[in-house]
């Protein structure tokens, strides 16, 4: 009975393996359907499920199966790979700047962790009137650079640090494409010489097709906003929740078309959400992308309690 359970037992698993393989391959093809792009999403948790088979299934002598899974493996290993390498080595550090961002959950986020990071600028998304509100208690070193609250989860804000000696300047409330009701925020600042524009940017939930175009044309817009920018001689910089992996094909054109690079590779996967499960099992989607000219020094998310999201802190300075 213990072997014929056991027989039973890595069938279910080899086809389970077959449909993990068969996500994986189609998570490379999205424009097949809107759909697959889901299955780009969770290549972490798909190596996570390729070695625990592989383990088993060698074990058993399932050869056939444990081939499918160490081939899981591989397909999506050789995807996250590139952000465990490289990374900015040992910049020298002339003035530096940090930032960090939070989406609030609609306010309900407990903010108290952020005020141990000091950093020179806050990027708060989901901002509510009533958080607006609050926001001389919860962060008394900082000023209110620019705020725009909803009642829905699109409010931001930005707030400067009462010490940083860097002048932000011209925050405007954008919308991108101009059609869209999101409302997002820029500033410029002037960093070692180096002028810096900065986007605070919080893209669709791609839950349905609908939706998951029009992530494309925000991410398309924000693309073409970063490219101006740097044809004025300026640096860009875009932090937020982009609702979007780093290793998904969307991502990947974004980096593209907006001559950006992203903060997280050479720091390994630091998952933002959902931070209601253990960060190890999230997903990286709050991300911070920068133009050539500017290279990160420091990079991590923050667990924050009463939210689906963790903060994203980064601190990066110019290329000498």
């Given at each position: 009975?213990?072997?014929?359970?056991?027989?039973?037992?890595?069938?279910?698993?080899?086809?389970?393996?077959?449909?993990?393989?068969?996500?994986?391959?189609?998570?490379?093809?999205?424009?097949?359907?809107?759909?697959?792009?889901?299955?780009?999403?969770?290549?972490?948790?798909?190596?996570?499920?390729?070695?625990?088979?592989?383990?088993?299934?060698?074990?058993?002598?399932?050869?056939?199966?444990?081939?499918?899974?160490?081939?899981?493996?591989?397909?999506?290993?050789?995807?996250?790979?590139?952000?465990?390498?490289?990374?900015?080595?040992?910049?020298?550090?002339?003035?530096?700047?940090?930032?960090?961002?939070?989406?609030?959950?609609?306010?309900?986020?407990?903010?108290?962790?952020?005020?141990?990071?000091?950093?020179?600028?806050?990027?708060?998304?989901?901002?509510?009137?009533?958080?607006?509100?609050?926001?001389?208690?919860?962060?008394?070193?900082?000023?209110?650079?620019?705020?725009?609250?909803?009642?829905?989860?699109?409010?931001?804000?930005?707030?400067?640090?009462?010490?940083?000696?860097?002048?932000?300047?011209?925050?405007?409330?954008?919308?991108?494409?101009?059609?869209?009701?999101?409302?997002?925020?820029?500033?410029?600042?002037?960093?070692?010489?180096?002028?810096?524009?900065?986007?605070?940017?919080?893209?669709?939930?791609?839950?349905?097709?609908?939706?998951?175009?029009?992530?494309?044309?925000?991410?398309?817009?924000?693309?073409?906003?970063?490219?101006?920018?740097?044809?004025?001689?300026?640096?860009?910089?875009?932090i937020g929740d982009l609702n979007v992996t780093p290793w998904s094909g969307r991502y990947?054109?974004?980096?593209?078309?907006?001559?950006?690079?992203?903060?997280?590779?050479?720091?390994?996967?630091?998952?933002?959400?959902?931070?209601?499960?253990?960060?190890?099992?999230?997903?990286?989607?709050?991300?911070?992308?920068?133009?050539?000219?500017?290279?990160?020094?420091?990079?991590?998310?923050?667990?924050?309690?009463?939210?689906?999201?963790?903060?994203?802190?980064?601190?990066?300075?110019?290329?000498?």
């Amino acid at each position: 009975m213990r072997t014929t359970l056991t027989k039973f037992l890595n069938l279910i698993i080899i086809f389970a393996c077959l449909g993990c393989l068969i996500l994986s391959i189609g998570g490379f093809f999205p424009e097949l359907n809107w759909r697959l792009g889901w299955y780009s999403h969770p290549r972490p948790h798909f190596v996570l499920f390729g070695i625990a088979t592989a383990g088993w299934l060698m074990y058993q002598r399932v050869w056939f199966g444990a081939g499918v899974s160490l081939f899981i493996v591989i397909i999506n290993g050789a995807v996250l790979a590139p952000f465990f390498m490289g990374g900015p080595g040992s910049p020298t550090v002339t003035d530096d700047l940090s930032l960090l961002h939070l989406n609030t959950n609609k306010g309900a986020a407990d903010m108290a962790p952020l005020a141990d990071y000091q950093a020179d600028i806050l990027f708060l998304q989901e901002v509510t009137p009533e958080l607006e509100a609050n926001f001389d208690q919860l962060f008394p070193n900082y000023r209110v650079a620019l705020s725009h609250p909803l009642t829905n989860t699109q409010g931001i804000a930005m707030l400067t640090h009462e010490e940083l000696d860097l002048e932000t300047r011209l925050h405007t409330i954008h919308h991108m494409p101009w059609y869209n009701y999101r409302p997002l925020l820029t500033t410029h600042l002037t960093l070692n010489e180096t002028r810096i524009q900065i986007m605070s940017l919080h893209t669709s939930r791609p839950h349905h097709d609908g939706a998951d175009a029009f992530q494309q044309l925000e991410l398309d817009a924000a693309a073409d906003w970063s490219r101006e920018q740097q044809s004025f001689g300026f640096e860009t910089i875009m932090i937020g929740d982009l609702n979007v992996t780093p290793w998904s094909g969307r991502y990947k054109s974004f980096l593209h078309n907006s001559q950006t690079k992203d903060s997280m590779v050479g720091f390994g996967i630091q998952n933002s959400w959902t931070a209601v499960v253990p960060m190890w099992l999230g997903l990286p989607i709050d991300h911070a992308t920068v133009s050539e000219g500017l290279v990160i020094v420091e990079r991590e998310t923050i667990p924050i309690d009463e939210s689906d999201h963790g903060a994203l802190f980064v601190r990066l300075t110019t290329v000498e």
